[in-house]
């Protein structure tokens, strides 16, 4: 049997997916390593060498647990990386690391970003590469000169695997803005940044942009061994473009052509919607991306997104364990997402804010994780609990209130993320925070990784079909999708939960003052 390879560098875990070449649906094994990352001089960051040993053991995993079923290693025809977006991995002309990598969830950028924006006429989110670029050229930072590359985490990992520099352009425009014609960063846009910063040589830093199902290079014997010493893993193997996690969450759902659209929910939380059309006027809460086909795309990005819901979990995971009666940690979720069903429509009076790191949609610099009650509110656990799963939902909704201003219209909304897993909750809190259909389908739970292996197959028995027919053919043709249409007593509640969400903001600034 024949395998093609998706892994993914996620925030939380280094995922690893094989799947049948010819049928992507089919998922042959997977493995997983978890990792976190770290707070160290104000910036959060991961240290590479944990890359690569993430890498390995998720890859490790995997080929353990395809060998338990046939035996043997199987036969890898190709191979797709995938990883957190945006960022700042900077790198001298000997491919040296310059400065520890600093991740999306920085928000030091905020000088660059204005300026950025309002030189470009666009949003420049805080998050993205050309801000976290110009913030280091702005405050003079020693490295800047020796800059002979600048690159994500999947374009990094893409780049020691084959050689070669370059990048999916849906992972390539959340570094710098792509042009009308989805294939090349903004040339309008590039003139404007020389004018503005002469000395950088911008499109000899950035990777070169490359549609879904593009040749984007082989793997080589030193990649290969780096993925895995013991040599399962043949040099030679065709590679596609590396893509970031929302490209391959839009995948993963389905989700590339117009008027469709994604919600992905990890350590942070985002929307995608592909457009029909351009939008009116930009807006801080939105960012303008692309698929990886690199059709234009609007993006609500929160960065936080379900990290403190999981810790209130653990907490009860520890609880019980201390009461004697240990529950596995899928079983606690369970059991709390279910008792969040008999909360009331409004959370009780409750607020739970999700903030741990800096969240720029609520005008927040820094975090400061909050659960907020008044005297007379009903604070019980059904209530605490559905409080907690509005509170993820609760800065993406603001942005979502943007783009509905805008007349985006959405057919279709499918959610993906562990925390669907439980059937019926957090999809229909969702639904109710959209008030719009919410489907999650069979492949969801797979999540970014199997998103990137089905990359991997359109690189290698695409032909000449777009990424979107290819998905519709091979993909999700018959695949059944349970979809949670929004109820009204919910949709009121959470209206009224977020009225108070968005007061009760000035609470969280307050927070992060004083604390």
Not at 334 to 339: A, G, I, K, S, T
Not at 389 to 399: E, K, M, P, S
Request: hydrophobic share 50%.
């Amino acid at each position: 049997m024949k395998g093609v390879l998706g892994i993914e560098l996620g925030s939380t875990r280094i995922k690893a997916c094989l799947v049948e070449a010819t049928d992507p649906t089919a998922v042959i094994a997977t493995g997983s390593f978890a990792w976190e990352n770290r707070l160290e001089n104000d910036l959060w960051t991961y240290d590479l060498d944990d890359v690569w040993h993430g890498v390995r053991a998720a890859v490790a995993d995997l080929l353990g647990e395809a060998r338990s079923g046939t035996g043997e290693a199987p036969e890898i025809v190709g191979l797709g990386i995938s990883g957190m977006m945006h960022g700042y991995l900077a790198f001298d002309a000997d491919d040296r690391l310059l400065v520890p990598f600093r991740t999306w969830r920085n928000t030091n950028t905020g000088a660059a970003a204005a300026e950025l924006s309002e030189a470009f006429g666009v949003n420049i989110p805080l998050r993205w590469s050309i801000a976290h670029l110009h913030q280091a050229l702005r405050d003079g930072e020693a490295h800047v000169p020796h800059i002979a590359s600048v690159t994500t985490l999947a374009g990094y990992v893409h780049r020691r695997l084959t050689g070669r520099h370059v990048l999916g352009v849906g992972d390539a425009s959340g570094m710098f803005p792509i042009g009308a014609g989805g294939v090349a960063y903004d040339a309008d846009l590039v003139a404007r940044y020389a004018e503005l910063a002469p000395e950088v040589d911008l499109l000899a830093l950035l990777p070169e942009p490359l549609a879904a199902g593009a040749e984007a290079g082989r793997l080589t014997a030193e990649g290969a061994s780096l993925l895995d010493p013991d040599g399962a893993i043949p040099a030679g193997l065709p590679m596609c473009p590396p893509e970031g996690d929302a490209g391959t969450g839009m995948v993963a759902t389905g989700a590339v052509a117009p008027r469709t659209g994604n919600v992905s929910a990890g350590t942070s939380i985002f929307a995608m919607v592909v457009l029909e059309h351009p939008l009116a006027e930009a807006h801080h809460e939105l960012d303008l991306v692309t698929t990886p086909a690199g059709d234009p795309v609007a993006m609500v990005h929160c960065n936080n997104g379900a990290s403190e819901l999981a810790a209130w979990a653990g907490m009860f995971e520890r609880f019980a364990a201390a009461a004697g009666s240990p529950l596995a940690s899928d079983a606690v979720f369970d059991v709390l997402f279910r008792e969040a069903l008999s909360g009331a429509p409004d959370a009780g009076g409750l607020l739970a804010y999700n903030h741990l790191a800096g969240e720029p949609i609520a005008g927040l610099d820094a975090g400061r994780p909050l659960f907020v009650r008044t005297p007379d509110s009903s604070f019980s656990l059904a209530n605490v609990m559905r409080a907690q799963l509005y509170g993820v939902f609760g800065t993406l909704a603001l942005g979502m209130r943007v783009l509905a201003g805008e007349g985006v219209a959405i057919d279709r909304m499918l959610a993906h993320g562990g925390m669907f897993r439980t059937a019926g909750v957090a999809q229909r809190f969702l639904a109710a925070a959209l008030d719009a259909p919410v489907a999650v389908g069979e492949t969801a739970a797979e999540g970014g990784a199997w998103g990137m292996a089905v990359l991997a197959a359109y690189r290698v028995h695409g032909g000449d079909r777009d990424l979107s027919t290819y998905l519709d053919d091979e993909v999700f043709a018959g695949v059944e999708a349970d979809t949670a249409h929004p109820d009204p007593e919910d949709v009121a509640g959470f209206a009224a939960y977020l009225d108070r969400y968005a007061a009760g903001l000035a609470v969280e600034a307050a927070a992060v003052s004083a604390l």
